[in-house]
């Protein structure tokens, strides 16, 4: 409840008012209304003694006080500050919706409130039946709420659901529901896994201070002994950042895999920091970094915030203003895998010793046009070369190389459009890149079946301009209320040759799909360590339209041509980029895309690329999903044709769907499924089903994998969360739950 000013007026209001100077009472008929700091007070009849200072109000009496919480009584006897009274059949809904009720209770010191078999709830009830228990509710032969300390304490208590009994607890604290930190244990947790066992987790929470705190958990696991774990958070003006710790002595690490990382290590650890500071509205700085005694630690124990398969330990300062951007970061990735000391991993995984972009466009017209600059650097360093497969099978490729490189890199583009007559949009285009790549590697001369070798250590200087143009005339039609766009686009780049192919290495370009995404890009590599000469073609017939209001529709559809000078993608490179692209023909294969979508409900689409020669598939791919009240769907098929370059020998089709049905009123169960088409295997299913109301939630998810060699990981996954009492069981987003 809450405490009025000593010195506020209080302003009473009646149909009728009685005074009797005999005995100095006021009494108060008909829609009485009582105003006092803030909190009013309205009830049938009230009595005020003005010598002992009490108000006795009778009949559907009902306080509303400043903070939103509304107090209903039969009968209220309390002092005219509000701060200490006496009460029956009270009943209190705070402005978070939470419940009390009890029989009588009394209020003491305007801070402390004891309700006497007293009922505690955050569940609204039954519009339809009120007479039916809540989803669940605290009875208590006493409950003691203290304003200033911000506590609930339930003396006597028992925990019902559905009505049900379920515990019984002689005495338990938990926090006010209006605190969002407040020193004590947390809700449980329960884990469970073939290797661990069954644990059960325990956190404590610490509120040092407004802007900083301390949680310490404690799991134990049937298996593998006691999992320690704290982590410290500091708000500060301009950011924030925390530190974790975790540890283990492991009391059976053979019920792991033999010589695996998990197997060979007894006394496992970790510490761990984030951070991420504004120095002001356009720049920041932070960090993530990861320190464990193995390569698997934090993931196997699902450290949270440090479990992912890769981490990735930065140091990073960044800033971005109107049309400008920097970025310098120094990065460390480290594998979190299985495999045991000496088997690679990290030590083929980079040191980037930094990284950096700067990007900006000016923001006056240069010979009006737009004009724009980057700068990218980067310094990497790695123990071993990371390879993959033999120097004599078609998929032989280099990912890394080991010791040092380094590249520095400016580009430069200027484009202004121009509309000639008849909507005719042209736009020429120039642009320059230079840069410089050290290199000092003992690595083998032979790097990729594509015939790559590297031209030996130091340093290479490296040159490309472009002048390009592109035509783009759109044309409209209407009829009635549906409207279409058809527009021809048409561009050529007219540059040298690119120098260096195959013979510098190749680091940021190494993943390449030919799309319509890319389709127009000047450079389509998705890197600076390759950049694409020769003078290449594009064009391609772009649709958009709508009929109606509710249906839009789109599509693509292009090709790509080298008419002149060397094909940068069917040019060496260290990890095989540009083959089996369907760029490495003088001809490239064709991609198209079309989509519909209808009001928010319905989408659809279809990519693909198709042989150059006879339009047989190369790759495709659909989509289609549906969002309704009730029913949520998707599903997509997924087509690439065989790359032995990349060392898939076979074709690889895949269809997968996911659903979601909500069967009744706060109800509803999901599903998800992928088959491997090509291998004749469900590579992964699961189903699930949830309930959610304003004030409970349970979902049930269970999910399982199978991989390449058949073999099978099960994972079931629950979470039961009762709001203001915390939640119960473990995270259901990565199994695709609700």
Partial sequence: MTDAQADSPLLLQADELVYDRDNSTVTAFGNVQVDYGGSRMVADRLVYDQSSGRLLAIGNVEILQPDGTRVFADKFDVTDDFRDGFVNALRIVTPDETRFAAESAERKDGAVTTFNNGVYTACAPCLEHPEKPPVWQIKAQRVIWNGEEKTIRFEGAAFEFLGIPLATLPVFTTADPTVRRKTGFLTPGLRHSDELGTGVSVPYFIALAPNYDLKMTATGLARQGFLGEAEFRHRLADGMYTLKAAGIHQLEPEAFNAGTQDNTHVNRGMIGTTGEFDFNSRWSYGWNWLVQTDKNFSKTYDIDGFSQTVQRNEIYLSGLHDRNYFDLRTMEFMVQEKAADGMGGDEMQPLVLPSFDYNTIISQPVAGGELSFNVNSRGIYRDELDQRGDVLDSNFATQGLEGESARFTVETEWKRTYIATGGLALTPILAAQGDVTGLNTDSLAAYSASGAALAGDGSVGRWMVTAGLEARWPIMFTNGDSTHVVEPIAQIFVRPDETGAGTLPNEDAQSFVFDTTNLFDRDKFSGYDRIEGGTRANIGLRYTGSIGEDIALYGLVGQSYHLAGANSFA????????????????????????????????????????????????????????????????????????????????????????????????????????FDITNKRLAESGIGFGYEDECFALGIQWNQTRDAADSTTTTIGFRLSFRTLGDLGNDLDGLGGF
């Fill in 571 to 674: 040019s060496p490179d260290m990890m095989n980029a540009g083959a089996d692209s369907g760029l490495e023909t003088d001809v490239s294969d064709v991609v198209a895309m079309v989509g519909a979508s209808y009001e928010e409900s319905f989408t659809a689409a279809l990519r693909g690329r198709f042989d150059e020669s006879n339009f047989s598939v190369r790759r495709a791919e659909a989509e289609v999903g549906y969002t309704s009240e009730p029913v949520s769907a998707s599903a997509g098929y997924a087509f690439i044709d065989a790359q032995p370059t990349y060392g898939y020998e076979t074709d690889r089709r895949e269809v997968s769907g996911t659903a979601s049905f909500r069967v009744a009123d706060f109800w509803r169960v999901s599903g998800n499924a992928t």
